[in-house]
């Protein structure tokens, strides 16, 4: 089991990581402003204190891949994910683009990855996705 844990983890995380069987680590996700390395900070030292290992940081919301052009729109700072994990010897596993027809599909209950297969943001996913399975395999074999 993979558990996601928001910054300031409160006491949801804690019972996920108490009572759910066989966690195998935990990823954190972040947002790309530099003041999101303070909670990702506090997120992996909950984890550590939890005994669970950090499997890497995620910076959603990283950017947005303007409609019309298709180049990368930067809306918030730049980065932020990637220093964290950088300060906190910590995986970088990746960074996923804002993209409107998430929340488009999410609230129509649909999976985004699977009704938007050329998107940069699905490759984004599963490229994380990919690094994370790695990251278990080598583990597991260790």
Known sequence: MIVDLPPG???EALSIIQLAPNVRGAVIVTT?????VLDVSKAVRFVEKMEVPVLGIIENMSGMICPHCGKKIEVFRK???KKAAEVLHVPYLGEI????????VGGEGRPYILSHA???????????VREIVGTLKKAKDA
């Open 79 to 81: 980065g932020g994910g």
């Open 118 to 128: 050329e998107s940069f943001a699905r490759k984004a996913i599963e490229q994380i």
């Open 9 to 11: 983890t409160g006491d």
């Open 97 to 104: 683009p804002m993209d409107p027809d998430m929340v488009k």
């Open 32 to 36: 790309p402003q530099e003041v999101a």
